[in-house]
């Protein structure tokens, strides 16, 4: 079963507008990592929030994280054509010393002008 | 800027024929990763590496063997090649670090006929 997983899986949006891409995940984590693919590309992470924190902010993403209800959440503001990509989030899990991250099956962003 | 750099980027291979994808990164990062992905199941690890000599299996390593010669490359080898595993595949680098980044490559899409 997926341990990480993304909703919705797609998302259409006008430029200027926000958006927000939600997370659930299974397992105790460490981390909760957020990745942008887009097309033709490899992943690239945006934020790394650890499990103790509640909000990491980078310029116009906001990621937030709730462990008690293993749940997070990546907003973009101001949205851009650019920012049309596959978002997935990533979990580090506890308890091991593998540092591998179980990613989810992504959420489609589309951003129209 | 982390760079992580793959070869081919694109591979057509028979049925039964061996088939090895090659990852370089200049980063000095200890641990590497290979992953594939498909359409609708996001990202999955197939091996990984802590460091030159060592190599682990992750979620998904059958039908696929790894080596990681030195510290700078680190390769995957499908010694029987099925459509099965027709995919794209990514490299990854990353530190030792339960919450470093992963740098991925910009893949290699392979298709076995």
């Known amino acids: 079963s997926q341990l990480a997983e993304e909703n919705p899986w797609a998302l259409s949006v006008h430029e200027g507008e926000s958006v927000t891409v939600n997370c659930s995940y299974k397992t105790s984590i460490t981390a909760l990592q957020w990745y942008r693919q887009k097309s033709g590309e490899g992943p690239a992470q945006l934020i790394l929030?650890?499990?103790?924190?509640r909000e990491k902010r980078n310029g116009r993403l906001r990621a937030t994280l709730d462990t008690s209800s293993q749940s997070s959440s990546l907003s973009i503001t101001a949205t851009r054509c650019e920012d049309t990509a596959v978002y997935f989030c990533a979990t580090v899990d506890s308890g091991g010393s593998n540092y591998k991250l179980t990613f989810g099956k992504g959420t489609l962003l589309t951003v129209t002008p | 800027e982390a760079a992580v750099t793959q070869s081919p980027r694109n591979k057509v291979a028979v049925t039964g024929g061996k088939v090895t994808l090659s990852c370089n990164q200049t980063n000095n990062h200890n641990n590497m990763y290979w992953y594939r992905q498909d359409t609708g199941h996001g990202l999955r690890l197939i091996h990984y590496s802590y460091g030159a000599g060592s190599t682990e299996k992750g979620d998904i390593p059958d039908g696929y063997k790894a080596s990681r010669p030195s510290q700078e490359n680190f390769s995957l080898i499908l010694e029987l090649a099925t459509p099965s595993q027709t995919s794209v595949y990514f490299c990854?680098?990353?530190?030792?670090?339960?919450?470093?980044?992963?740098?991925f490559g910009p893949g290699t899409r392979l298709l076995v006929l």
């Open positions: 990854a680098s990353g530190g030792t670090g339960v919450q470093d980044t992963q740098y």
């Open positions: 929030i650890r499990s103790n924190e």
